[in-house]
């Protein structure tokens, strides 16, 4: 029996997709999601000059043929919601009209910013007010850069509206600003959770353009007449769900009650557990831990790793040479090579940029005294055994700082298609990892509009009905000793 639809627009940094859920009570009474995904669309940057910027009115058209997609299919979706990558904005003028285009968080204008800011305010007080590993794309650093090239835009800004929020604000007119996207910006006190003015204004950053912080499960409002009528469809409800990609997939690890672990595995690999309150100590920051806000009013103590993006450009740049193979080729060659033979830190940041990721691997191996993984499959190879091991010292890293002992990973997200990775993840922790759904993101987004709509009462009855409706794959792990071994090596490298 049918009993509700929505609609999860999840938009990553290389695609976005739009996705209908179906929640219904099946024969045996228990309430199962059924998810179907309607739309699918490439997000390409765009250079311009030294920027690179989102091209987020191709995005937004994309959804609006994604929302009328929806009604000609037969569906009738009551509410959506818009997760995304995390940290960048748009700027509204005076009149709310959209001030450029956005820039993406790849672009190299934050060079050097990190330091920059540092010497202003010391290390350990950044951390304490701001909560986030320091990365040179956190929306910080990008307002400072603004600031710094006395940007005209940010001079005429009076909102900022970031990614998700804007484009909802460009589909419904209803502005609003979603908690956990908030707090990937480092301007939002996490103890608080209020924003941090004075470190705004001691920076020359507006700080009148941020809006309240409304928690996942807000309802926001109805499309706008405009997009109805454009469209020929009826209005639906947009609801704020836990609008940082990172955020909507941890709303959906099957986890019972108890402390847990997981890797939210895409073109970014977030290594994190589940706390009520932010943790700011001196040793979470010299791990290099964030403190990101989620579904519930939780909060990630998290450590973003390079991730899969160092692969997914090297295959870009295959597939430009003519050697195309889809990933789950690259897993299947890589599988048949040598393990272990050549290791990189994935975090090292030559890896950060687009381009070149080959020869940034040879290089780094090379200059390591290691051999140079020259074939694609090498290449592949060395890359996952690389990030399986960083998996490794980020849980234990994780246990050192909140004392618990985690009996096996989550693994959620597109990453977990990779088969080999989930495999070689299981080995380097030594423990079982259990993985699934694959849509984690799409899934965390349908069940904030459950809650909007009242139709879970909490996330831990969210996560049961995500645990009800898909399956999990587990991987039992082996070959302990040839991986404790390597694992000694790896750490030479950190
Ligand atoms: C993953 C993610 C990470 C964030 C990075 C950049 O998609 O949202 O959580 O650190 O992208 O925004």
Partial sequence: MLQTTVLAFDLGASSGRALIGKLTRAEDGERRLEVEEIHRFPNVAVQVG???HWDILRLLQEMKHALRKAFQLGFKPVTFGVDTWGVDFGLLDANGELLGNPYHYRDPHTEGLIEEIEALFGKE?????????????????????????ASPKLEAARTLLLTPDLLVYLLTGQRACEFSMATT???????S???????????????????????????IGPLSEEVCEELGIPSVEAVAVATHDTESAVAAIPAGAGAFVYLVCGTWSLVGTELDQPLLTAEAMELEFS???GAGGKYQLLKNIMGLWILQECKREWDEQGNVYS???????AEQEEAFR??????????????????KVRSYCRESGQPVPITESEVARCIMDSLALRYRSALEQIEKLTGERYGGMHMVGGGIQNKLLCRLTANAIGRPVWAGPVEASAIGNMLAQFMAL?????????????????????YEPSDMDIWNETYERFKQLL
């Fill in 185 to 191: 910006t480092q301007l939002l006190h996490p103890e």
């Fill in 454 to 474: 009242g139709k879970c009462t909490d996330l831990a009855e969210a996560r049961q009905l995500s645990a009800a409706s898909f399956p999990v794959d587990i």
């Fill in 50 to 52: 030294r920027h690179l």
């Fill in 342 to 359: 050549s290791l990189i830190n994935p975090d090292d940041l030559r890896f950060f940029g687009p381009s070149n990721m080959t020869e």
């Fill in 193 to 219: 959770r209020q924003w941090n003015t004075s470190l705004m204004e001691k920076l020359g950053i507006p700080s009148d353009v941020f809006l309240e912080p409304v928690y996942p499960g807000t309802r």
């Fill in 327 to 333: 990933f789950a080729e690259l897993a299947n060659m």
């Fill in 125 to 149: 007080e950044l951390f304490r007010q701001g909560g986030l590993q320091f990365m040179p794309f956190n929306t910080i650093y990008q307002l400072y850069a603004m600031k710094k090239a």
């Fill in 291 to 293: 403190n990101e806000g």
